[in-house]
């Protein structure tokens, strides 16, 4: 594992966001990127392409248009290129949390794509690291002015859901203890220091979700499907919204009647209503929506 080059000017950046009160996508532009005009509205696009997949294998080209279109629109730049730097600066060193779930990952493809583009946006290779598991070891992680947050939406046993709010949970040294009540409490992973005020975009991987299981560590691929999308934002509440919505409207299309969660993903209205860490109700959710329409359950 490469070890991450601090200079004087990178402590000094990751002490003024480690000071900050509030969460980066509500205290900086970044908030005025995902506001959409005219209205106190939080800005989630769902974009989706029906060429990303073609059976087992991923179209890296296609999946990096889909998140680029993305990007632009969340921030409105002109371009990708302008897109990625108005989100990272040369000298940010970046952390890329993913999952690595053996049933469901993150795609290695965009894994690579996000390494890329931070490149792309003047970060050294040296202070960019992609992990999981190892996170509170991992030498950029530790020192990290910026993380990039992205993982696949699946149904979970202990939480409801698996998204973006739960993956934070191995920034802790005791996940066990975020377990109770349905994992009810999971916004507060982003009061962590390791994590608070660096959270820069939040992408949850909608390319074959997993919309139903019973019992710890469930996966059955016949409750997978094919919905080619990634929904990106600067809310991880927001994102973790759409994507219920979604989920829960797959269900009900595939048992043929409304069939709740169990448990409940109760965490993401909690994040909103009792931990204030952003926008969980849909009418308050500008939700952009680019690319394949075609099934799109939303």
């Known amino acids: 594992m490469k070890k991450s080059t601090i200079t004087r000017r990178q402590l ?8 900050m009160g509030t969460s980066l996508f509500l205290s900086s532009p970044l908030r005025a990127f995902g506001q959409s005009k005219g209205a106190d509205l939080t800005k989630v696009v769902l974009v989706r392409d029906k060429e990303v997949l073609m059976g087992e294998e991923l179209n890296s080209t296609v999946m990096e ?35 690595v779930w053996k049933n469901l ?6 894994e690579q794509i996000l390494v890329n583009k931070a490149k792309l946006a003047g970060i ?9 598991r190892g996170v509170l070891n991992n030498p950029v992680f530790q020192h990290a002015t910026a993380l ?13 859901v698996g998204s973006l709010l739960k993956n934070y949970i191995m920034f802790t040294h005791r996940p066990s203890s975020y377990h109770d009540d349905s994992c009810a409490d999971l916004a507060k992973l982003y009061e962590l220091p390791e994590v608070k005020g660096k959270t820069r975009l939040n992408i949850l991987v909608m390319l074959t979700p997993l919309f139903h299981g019973v019992g ?15 929904i990106a934002g600067f809310d991880p509440v927001a994102v973790d919204s759409v994507g219920l919505r979604i989920l829960q409207a797959k269900r ?11 448990p409940p993903a109760k965490h993401i209205l909690l994040a909103d209503t009792r931990h204030k860490l952003g926008t969980a109700d849909p009418n308050k959710i500008d939700l952009v929506k680019v690319g394949w329409k075609e099934g799109i359950l939303i």
Not at 12 to 19: G, P, T
Not at 252 to 262: H, I, Q
């Open 12 to 19: 000094i950046k990751q002490s003024a966001f480690a000071a």
């Open 65 to 99: 248009r889909m998140l680029n279109d993305a990007l632009i629109e969340l921030t409105g730049a002109t371009n990708a290129t302008l897109a990625w730097k108005k989100i990272l600066q040369p000298d940010d060193i970046l952390g890329i949390k993913t999952n």
């Open 105 to 110: 990952r993150t795609p290695l493809e965009l």
């Open 124 to 132: 050294s290779e040296s202070n960019i690291s992609v992990d999981d």
């Open 148 to 160: 990039i947050n992205v993982r696949p939406m699946r149904t979970h046993a202990w939480s409801g």
């Open 216 to 230: 710890p560590h469930h996966f059955n691929k016949q409750y997978t499907w094919e919905y080619k999308g990634l």
């Open 252 to 262: 009900t299309e595939f048992f043929g009647e409304e069939t709740p969660l169990n």
